[in-house]
């Protein structure tokens, strides 16, 4: 693990959730690169806190998919076809009852700023603003799960965002497939606007499939894999 500081968040809601995301961001970023050990007592020393908001980072983490035992505590997970097509396919499920709900429960507020969501995401595709466009798009799709109004349903959301958005932000690079996952933003949008459930959940499932597909196509192009 390297001895390098990991970045922090500031102001976020509590210390662990500042961990986590430390934590998360060294993953996206390499500093924690696939496979790489992570110690309980290295995390504390580098962020300068006490070893029990890592400790319970690293079970969240755990429990998320991100890091998993290895023969002396826990390891970064390492990119593989069967690790991104499990947590995809998951994420699918749960997103397509998420838009179902939220177009039968969102508020005109909600459904108002699902529409400046996915149009701010599209915005910011076209014009290669990488970071930009993820930032819309995590909001987008906490947006739906909220609406929903179901609260698990929301933290399992939250859990396989995580999980997914890591995947994708660290071993796929951004490029114009962006564009088309922003013009599906849209198409949900509008479909939770009109209250169209069925139409916004199919909509949902079809675009966090498709984001798979491009995922696992980087992913075999960068390390051809023989096995899932």
């Not at 995390?43 to 079970?59: D, G, I, Q, W, Y």
């Not at 996952?181 to 479909?191: F, G, L, P, R």
Request: glycine share 2%; hydrophobic share 45%; with cysteine.
């Amino acid at each position: 693990m390297n001895a390098s500081p990991l970045p922090f968040i500031d102001r976020p809601e509590n210390l662990t959730d500042r961990v986590l995301r430390a934590i998360r961001d060294s993953i996206v970023d390499r500093t924690l690169s696939p496979g790489s050990r992570v110690s309980e007592a290295q995390v504390a020393a580098m962020l300068n806190v006490s070893k029990t908001p890592v400790r319970e980072a690293l079970l969240r983490l755990k429990h998320v998919g991100l890091v998993e035992p290895c023969e002396r505590g826990l390891q970064v997970v390492r990119p593989s076809v069967g690790a991104i097509r499990d947590a995809y396919e998951f994420r699918a499920g749960l997103e397509r009852t998420s838009s179902w709900y939220a177009a039968n429960r969102a508020d005109s507020r909600e459904r108002e700023r699902l529409v400046h969501l996915a149009r701010q995401s599209l915005k910011a595709a076209e014009a290669h603003e990488a970071a930009a466009f993820r930032r819309h798009d995590r909001d987008f799709h906490h947006t739906i799960a909220a609406a929903s109004r179901n609260a698990v349903l929301a933290q399992s959301i939250d859990d396989a965002l995580v999980l997914t958005s890591v995947l994708r932000e660290r071993d796929v690079p951004a490029s114009q497939d962006s564009v088309s996952c922003a013009h599906e933003h849209v198409s949900i949008a509008q479909a939770v606007l009109a209250g169209q459930a069925e139409r916004a959940a199919q909509l949902m499932s079809d675009h966090v499939l498709h984001v798979m597909s491009i995922v696992l196509a980087a992913h075999t192009n960068a390390e051809p894999e023989t096995s899932a």
